[in-house]
């Protein structure tokens, strides 16, 4: 029964890929990845450091990164934002609550593409023209895009090995001031420390290296931008649809969790002394983040995977580079399986996260 | 086993009813809105800025707003390029549908009410929750209403109105024997709602458009993937260990990729895997095939939270009565396991009616995409209207999506789904 079930099941995979064999054969298409050592043949917007005779392989490299920009800011601040109405949702203040209801029923009920085009057509795109760009200090604002102030090093990446050491110097104080609050009871401040610290080997090593990075600002000129990074207006509607959507489900995570914490939890806290807000951040959310860990990491894989709307407005994220190699005459069986590949492997090491940090929370608190 | 997280199933308790009994309002002001000084300032900022969105939406809808986009182009929106001498077509579905899903919602409105007194609920419900549950579509209505110029789009609203409260009705007195094909009959009636606009000198899905297709993807994907769903879920948790790694590869093969890439892939790559010389079937029908094979993998996870709710003593019991063991999934493990996901399987029905969207990336003009193309219509070119275009779209789809959320949540506290 089993046997005949695998061979039944491999059976068809086997006839699928002969036929495809076949197709691309008839079609007179290679059969193999080698068609990514071949030169892209087009540029990409916003990606200035990518030029048409490079290889595919590269292009497809940059759609990856900016999926993945897209995807790591877009999962922070919808995290940041999720939590703040999910916890105002729970406020005693009825117009706080009912406002913090709408936003979630608003965004939650209508299709994510319909927010990507909104942002990206009737809001970004109508931004003044660059002649008449917005210029709050430091930053410049304009329908091409929003220039922020930026680091620009003048030796290639030996700085970036020091920001390195930098934050591995503030996760080790991190660590080592976590011990010493656990075993003594000395209040950690954990993030104070790491903080300080980091800065303290960054500037150390900027010193040393003979100050090889400066800060750069945006110029606004007439009709040019100069300096500064620019972020597009595709990334601009892309991200904030994102954020604004997915918030909506995790601050439903965060208001089922904070529920799901038993009610004697909060009565004890306050019965202890604790005002309102020690009462949420020490007894009320670590517990809740334990419950709803799982949900929202699922909304994180949804967050990445949905990155690919970024297709509707020619945002150059993993499917629209994919599609436009396959446009350029590739053969589209590799490179899809290539760009499947890719998505699985971002969900597989998203969900391994969440079940890392959910085994090691479980582990460590029997509450 | 599978790396991710079982968590399709997580759903949030449902809030806190409000406390019965009626309160002074200066009490209620003082306990809801000023309890504290930071109290007090959070009610003044929200009420300025949630004063100051209210004013802006209002005043756009109702007076900036060029509203002529929508008006001219209703029909486009419903049913995108469809014959227009054939529009007699939908809306005989439409009739035939709505009364058949009116009647397979009184059906399981009457079992929620049985169950609800059974546990003890008041029966009899008051005028204004009435009212309340009306409202999506009511506003639905009324925003087509605003947008109709000529009469007879009206009286046939009413009509399908009507069709969908007298099925409701005749479901909810349908005697308790006739009640197994209801599930059937509202099958029945779908097809015969496909068939009508089909067949008979009909005109096929290629031609359809708007709102139309939209539901033509939402619904005939309902119905096909489901089986494949079960069969997935059931394999999944299958004893043989071939079946379940199989059942497992895929299910998390297409929760791991996006659907959108799958839909392009439908359209640029579905024919190399066909035997070569074969015609490839049109778009439409490869689209509809990935939603299928997509939302199958959602609904197995849906479905096997169900399966391992329900207590291994029901399969052991029916066993000990000397059914074969297919007769015990069929009747016993199943109906229970169905039951107490409704509400999830209605969230994945929410998602798929928005996901229905996406087909925009193999060029078919769906609801969404009709908002994109008439503002690129001569009358209306580079006026930036795009934005109430996309409004009104997002309105169809805001009510669409927010009724059915409202009414499974609904049919959850009366079926007492999940508290027992």
Redesign the interface.
Known sequence: ???A??VG?AALLWW?YL??I???Q?RRLRTDYGFLRQPAGFAISGAPDFSSTQPIWQAILIGLRNTLQVSVAGIVLATLLGTLVGVLRL??????RR?ASLYV??F???????LV??FY??VLQ?LPGVEDALAPAGFVLSQRGLWVPWLVSQDGDGFGWVLLAALVAAVLIGVWRTRRFEAAGIPHHRLLWGAGVATAVALAGWAALGRPVSLSLPVHEGLRVDGGLRLTIEYGALLIALVVYTAAFIA??V???I??VPKGQTEAATAVGLRAVQRLRLVILPQAFRIGL??T??EFLNLA??S??G??IAFPEL?RI??IV?GNGQP??QA?AL??GI??TI??VL??I??LV?HRLQRRGGA | MSARPATAEFRPPPEPAAPPGRVAPRRWLKENLFRTPLDSVLTVVFAIVVAWIAYRSFRFVFVTARWEIVRTNLLLFMTGRFPRGELWRPWAALLVASSVVGLGAGALSRVATEEAAARGMAGARSWTENLRRAGPPLAFVAGILYFVTTPLPVALLAAVAAAGLAGFRAGRVLPRRWRPWTNLVVLAGIVVAYLVITRFGGTTPQRWGGLMLTVYFTVGTTVLCFPLGVLLALGRRSTLPAVRIVCVAYIEFFRGVPLIGLLVMSWLAFGFFLPPGTSIPDRIVRALVAFVLFQAAYIAEIVRGGLQGVPRAQREAAMAVGLPPWRVTQLVILPQALRSVIPALVGQLISLFKDTSLVFAIALLDLLQVARTVTAQPAFLGQGLGAEALIFVSFVYWVGSYWMSRESQRLEQRMGIGTR
Do not use: C, D
């Open positions: 029964m089993q046997v079930f695998l099941v699928l036929n495809l076949a197709n691309l008839a406020s005693h203040n009825w117009l706080v406002t029923e608003a939650r009920n209508v299709p994510l593409l319909v085009l909104f057509l009737a109508r439903e995570v208001r089922g969790s529920q799901a799982p949900p990491g699922n995977k949905n690919a709307l297709i509707a499917l994919t599609r396959i589209a069986p899809f760009m499947l998505y699985l969900s597989l969900s391994g969440t079940n959910n």
